[in-house]
């Protein structure tokens, strides 16, 4: 590195790189999970449109990584949740 610039665009650069990194990552967590909701828990099915956090606001209209980390929890607690107050009955042999 010759310049305080340079360092700097490198820097920037990098930050870039793992902020796609961790978008990437979120989405395709998010795609798991609402699959998983989908095709295991078709019941739950009709709260995935009706969750709030995936609409950003007006103030804030881009979605970030914040929008995506709480979406992914909010999608995360609703099928734990679900886990947790109707427990699937195993098939006894």
Same mark, same amino acid.
Request: hydrophobic share 30%; aromatic share 8%; glycine share 0%.
């Given at each position: 590195?010759?310049?305080?610039? %340079? @360092?700097?665009? $490198?820097?920037? =650069?990098?930050?870039?790189?793992?902020?796609?990194?961790?978008?990437?990552?979120?989405?395709? #967590?998010?795609?798991?999970?609402?699959?998983?909701?989908?095709?295991?828990?078709? %019941? @739950?099915?009709? $709260?995935?449109? =009706?969750?709030?956090?995936?609409?950003?606001?007006?103030?804030?209209?881009?979605?970030?990584? #914040?929008?995506?980390?709480?979406?992914?929890?909010?999608?995360?607690?609703?099928?734990?949740?679900?886990?947790?107050?109707?427990?699937?009955?195993?098939?006894?042999?």
């Amino acid at each position: 590195m010759n310049s305080n610039a %340079e @360092l700097l665009t $490198y820097i920037m =650069e990098n930050t870039n790189n793992i902020k796609e990194q961790i978008e990437n990552d979120l989405n395709a #967590k998010i795609l798991k999970i609402t699959m998983k909701i989908k095709d295991h828990y078709p %019941e @739950l099915s009709q $709260y995935l449109e =009706e969750m709030p956090v995936t609409v950003p606001s007006e103030n804030d209209p881009e979605i970030s990584l #914040k929008h995506l980390s709480v979406y992914y929890e909010s999608l995360n607690s609703l099928l734990n949740k679900y886990k947790v107050d109707y427990p699937k009955i195993e098939e006894q042999p």
